[in-house]
């Protein structure tokens, strides 16, 4: 029987991540930007990594107001907590894989790099 760690061939890498300097890419700012913590009832998706929400996840509920139009976003703990703590600037709803891979060089869903 092998130890914890023996025989095992996977190479780690330790990547150094600070905050992103990059910000919303969006033209304008939103008109109404609100947000808040829910608890899932249904099934939904992430608007960032497409994941699915489950029955009884928490995630994040946005109501966007932008030029007379009201959008919503849904996005999972997990996304948010990397957007709120990798883009301190903010990133669009939708846009924050690309936002990561354009900052730090990798696809934080897929784990693809540059």
Known sequence: MQG????????????????CAC???CDESADV???SARRARVA???CECRE??????????????FDGSW?????CELCARIRDDLCPGGACH??????????F???????RER
């Open 4 to 19: 914890a760690g023996e025989g095992c061939q996977e190479e780690r890498r330790i990547v150094t991540m600070t905050s």
């Open 23 to 25: 910000s919303c890419s």
């Open 52 to 65: 699915p929400i489950e029955p009884g996840q928490r995630y994040e509920y946005a109501s966007i107001l």
């Open 71 to 75: 959008s919503h976003a849904k996005t």
């Open 94 to 103: 939708g846009e924050l894989s690309q936002t990561i891979w354009y900052c």
């Open 44 to 46: 939904h998706r992430c």
């Open 105 to 111: 060089g990798f696809d934080y869903v897929t784990g």
């Open 33 to 35: 930007y609100e947000a």
